[in-house]
């Protein structure tokens, strides 16, 4: 039988604004046979990709990709928020729904020609997905997948990928 994410989930209505249900981790994460569960059924989904790589998206992808990274026998490279890491850097923007952010990587990792999978804790809309996927393939990687803990599905984040996408538990919004 699948792993079952949503009695670990935490539903927390009107946050951050009226009519959004912010849907919390925290409890998933603070029980170590639940975080086991979590870690082995997400382990399984990435390992379809085949990847070389793992990377972890700036902040909550980090807790997810380098257990994957261990269980999968690969290594990790991070995606940081802009100004949060030295060196030549490649950079993308994408939308948020109250401005623009930027994400970033360093071009001195050993991306190029490995398969990667990207990790990270939500797939809302997928413009952090999308500038990740983007920012991959500029420094020569390929995108072999995408692996989140949570999908909001009615928010068609997964459509502004071009690369298969697997998540643990999936909400409409």
Same mark, same amino acid.
């Not at 990790?76 to 949060?84: A, D, L």
């Not at 997928?126 to 393939?137: D, I, K, P, Q």
């Given at each position: 039988m699948p792993f079952n994410l949503d009695p670990h989930i935490g539903k927390i209505p009107d946050f951050p604004k009226p009519g959004i249900t912010f849907y919390d981790i925290s409890p998933a994460l603070e029980k170590p046979e639940v @975080? %086991? +569960? &979590?870690i082995a059924a997400m382990t399984e989904l990435a390992a379809g990709f085949e990847p070389q790589l793992t990377a972890g998206i700036d902040a909550r992808g980090f807790l997810f990709a380098m257990p994957l990274a261990l269980n999968l026998q690969t290594g990790? /490279?991070?995606? %940081? *928020?802009? =100004? *949060?890491l030295p060196g030549k850097l490649v950079e993308e923007s994408y939308a948020l729904e109250y401005g623009e952010a930027r994400i970033a990587l360093q071009t001195s990792r050993e991306i190029a !020609? +490995?398969?990667v999978v990207l990790c990270d804790d939500l797939l809302a809309t !997928? !413009?952090? @997905? &999308?500038?990740?996927?983007? @920012? /991959?393939?500029r &420094? =020569? =990687?390929i995108v072999a997948g995408a692996v989140c803990m949570i999908e909001l599905a009615g928010l068609k984040g997964r459509e502004k990928l071009d690369c298969p996408v697997a998540c643990l538990q999936s909400y409409e919004f």
């Open positions: @975080l %086991r +569960q &979590a990790t /490279v991070m995606i %940081r *928020k802009s =100004g *949060k !020609g +490995q398969r !997928g !413009g952090t @997905l &999308a500038a990740s996927a983007r @920012l /991959v393939e &420094a =020569g =990687g």
